[in-house]
């Protein structure tokens, strides 16, 4: 079992949409979460961190996180053509980041 | 830019060569990683500094070889690669080891002919 899992994609999604991003982790002792943005051919970008069940909201993106489920999402509201990137999961293991291998988003204008 | 910065951007070298990549942080940061990063793989930790000293190496081949001479540069010296080792090699750097709000620099594109 891979320890964070994300759908490869590509998640197709129309310009104003909400695109939804979907991780789940395997170690039940993880207590922070991260999303980070990567544009083709460019580093990955922090963009939301979650430590606490429940929702975080910052601009057009919410985090939610439910540790019962091990199981955190993305949620992109108003999706712009500029949101076209991979996302990254990642969550806390003992002193290091661990990945999933991205979910690929496409908003179409 | 975040912060973080490496050199060289690209890079292309054959099996027998010696080439050596380099992160730069101007964070003030404590901690610092490299990363694999192959096509439809996950971003691999490889090595990973905290104040200088080696606190993590995930089992990566002795033809990598990094040095970290102060908390703000990191090397990866590379040695008699393989064509499989070509992929992006990221550095990142966080506030501390146990803060894991970690920051990228913008890679070295390998290709080991």
């Known amino acids: 079992q891979k320890e964070v899992e994300q759908n490869s994609g590509p998640l197709s999604v129309p310009e104003g949409a909400i695109a939804s991003l979907n991780c789940t982790y395997s170690?039940?002792?993880?207590?922070?979460f991260f999303w980070y943005r990567q544009y083709s051919g460019k580093s990955p970008e922090l963009i939301m961190f979650?430590?606490?069940?429940g929702d975080k909201e910052d601009g057009r993106f919410t985090a939610q996180l439910n540790k019962a489920s091990q199981y955190v999402s993305l949620l992109i509201r108003d999706s712009q053509p500029s949101d076209s990137a991979t996302y990254l999961c990642a969550v806390e293991g003992f002193q290091k980041l661990v990945f999933g291998t991205g979910t690929r988003l496409l908003v179409s204008p | 830019e975040t912060g973080v910065t490496q050199t060289p951007r690209h890079l292309v070298m054959g099996m027998t060569n010696k080439k050596s990549l380099k992160c730069e942080q101007h964070?003030?940061?404590?901690?610092m990683y490299w990363y694999k990063q192959s096509a439809k793989k996950p971003l691999e930790l490889m090595f990973v500094y905290s104040l200088e000293e080696r606190v993590e190496n995930n089992s990566v081949p002795s033809r990598f070889s990094p040095e970290c001479p102060n908390s703000s540069h990191l090397f990866l010296h590379l040695h008699t690669l393989q064509p499989e080792d070509s992929a992006l090699y990221l550095c990142a750097s966080s506030q501390d080891l146990g803060n894991n709000e970690q920051f990228f620099g913008p890679g070295t594109r390998l290709t080991v002919l």
């Open positions: 979650i430590y606490s069940n």
């Open positions: 964070l003030g940061h404590n901690a």
């Open positions: 170690d039940r002792g993880s207590q922070s």
